[in-house]
């Protein structure tokens, strides 16, 4: 019997599910031989109302390029994005 191994990755805004967004996940099927079947990938929007772990967020600042590949977006845009909403919602 041939097995398939699948390797899931997700990566998040934070650390708790319902506080923060999932932003994308991927996932690689491999055979018992290690030989790659496909992989899976997608980015997600993040969650109405979602707070950003402010340690999550520094880290994503060192690193401009994997935030762009999770986000598919620049944190510049994801910061002037959270100041609209922020805005909407009556904070300043």
Same mark, same amino acid.
């Given at each position: 019997?041939?097995?398939?191994?699948?390797?899931?990755?997700?990566?998040?805004?934070?650390?708790?599910?319902?506080?923060?967004?999932?932003?994308?996940?991927?996932?690689?099927?491999?055979?018992? &031989?290690?030989?790659?079947?496909?992989?899976?990938?997608?980015?997600? &929007?993040?969650?109405?109302?979602? +707070?950003?772990?402010?340690?999550?967020?520094?880290?994503?600042? &060192?690193?401009?390029?994997?935030?762009? +590949?999770?986000?598919?977006?620049?944190?510049?845009?994801?910061?002037?994005?959270? @100041?609209? @909403?922020?805005?909407?919602?009556?904070?300043?």
């Amino acid at each position: 019997m041939n097995e398939i191994y699948v390797s899931i990755r997700i990566v998040t805004d934070g650390p708790i599910p319902s506080e923060y967004s999932m932003l994308s996940f991927a996932a690689v099927a491999f055979t018992d &031989k290690r030989a790659m079947v496909g992989p899976f990938e997608r980015n997600l &929007k993040a969650l109405p109302g979602a +707070k950003q772990c402010e340690e999550t967020m520094l880290w994503w600042k &060192k690193n401009p390029v994997a935030f762009k +590949k999770s986000h598919g977006i620049t944190m510049q845009s994801r910061e002037i994005d959270g @100041r609209i @909403r922020g805005m909407a919602a009556g904070s300043t």
